[in-house]
């Protein structure tokens, strides 16, 4: 069993940052890919970053690509999601979730979900 707690999230003025951190806790954290996906108002959840299990390897949604930033810090069973140059549309509830298997770009490649944390970007 995995749990995973999301912080960081906030009210921001558009160009602004933040960071969201995801602490997990219960397996071996650092065996396993972890990544970053939102949900918006009346909208399906979305791919927003990923992250290997080493570190070695990201991906992003072309929607965020050059203003989001994702790392993990094995050592402290962290990930974190850097957001820079934040905009209105990027106002979403965001979750982090961890993938068991080799795959882990998109949403059903999940096993366990936080519960999100709530990112308001205001224009």
């Known amino acids: 069993q995995v749990q995973l707690v999301e912080s960081g999230g906030g009210l921001v003025q558009a160009g602004g940052s933040l960071r969201l951190s995801c602490a997990a806790s219960g397996r071996t954290f650092s065996s396993y890919a972890m990544g970053w996906f939102r949900q918006a108002p009346g909208k399906e959840r979305e791919f927003v970053a990923a992250?290997?299990?080493?570190?070695?390897?990201?991906a992003y949604a072309d929607s965020v690509k050059g203003r989001f930033t994702i790392s993990r810090d094995n050592a402290k069973n962290t990930v974190y999601l850097q957001m820079n140059s934040l905009k209105p549309e990027d106002t979403a509830v965001y979750y982090c979730a961890v993938a068991l298997g080799p795959a882990y770009l998109r949403e059903y490649e999940y096993d366990y979900w936080g519960q999100g944390t709530q990112v308001t970007v205001s224009s």
């Open positions: 992250i290997s299990w080493s570190g070695g390897s990201t």
